[in-house]
Nanobody
Framework: QVQLVESGGGLVQPGGSLRLSCAASGSIFSIYAMGWYRQAPGKQRELVAAITSGGNTNYADSVKGRFTISRDNAKNTVHLQMNSLKPEDTAVYYC??????????????WGQGTQVTVSS
């Protein structure tokens, strides 16, 4: 089985920074892409940032220039450095991984989510 465990959420003032981390473990053969999504109350889940195994990145327009995604392929981890946080960044942030298991099954896996609250 596969598990994604997130850490690093919390409460921060506007303009502050947070770093989210996600570690994938279990019966993993290969991870193609990892990313972060978020869901605010009453809104749909949206892509925040994603990174491929080759290092190609994709960001939502709303976070470009403020957030940076990075990945350690050897450790199956992904990080999201969030700077200049705004109240509208408040949401539950979910880690996602597109991977193939040791049984040869390719699927998307999700973490349980970590709350990020930006408020004074």
């Amino acid at each position: 089985q596969v598990q994604l465990v997130e850490s690093g959420g919390g409460l921060v003032q506007p303009g502050g920074s947070l770093r989210l981390s996600c570690a994938a473990s279990g019966s993993i053969f290969s991870i193609y892409a990892m990313g972060w999504y978020r869901q605010a109350p009453g809104k749909q889940r949206e892509l925040v940032a994603a990174i491929t195994s080759g290092g190609n990145t994709n960001y939502a327009d709303s976070v470009k220039g403020r957030f940076t995604i990075s990945r350690d392929n050897a450790k199956n981890t992904v990080h999201l450095q969030m700077n200049s946080l705004k109240p509208e960044d408040t949401a539950v942030y979910y880690c996602n991984a597109d991977l193939t298991t040791t049984r040869g099954t390719r699927n998307n896996y999700w973490g349980q989510g970590t709350q990020v609250t930006v408020s004074s």
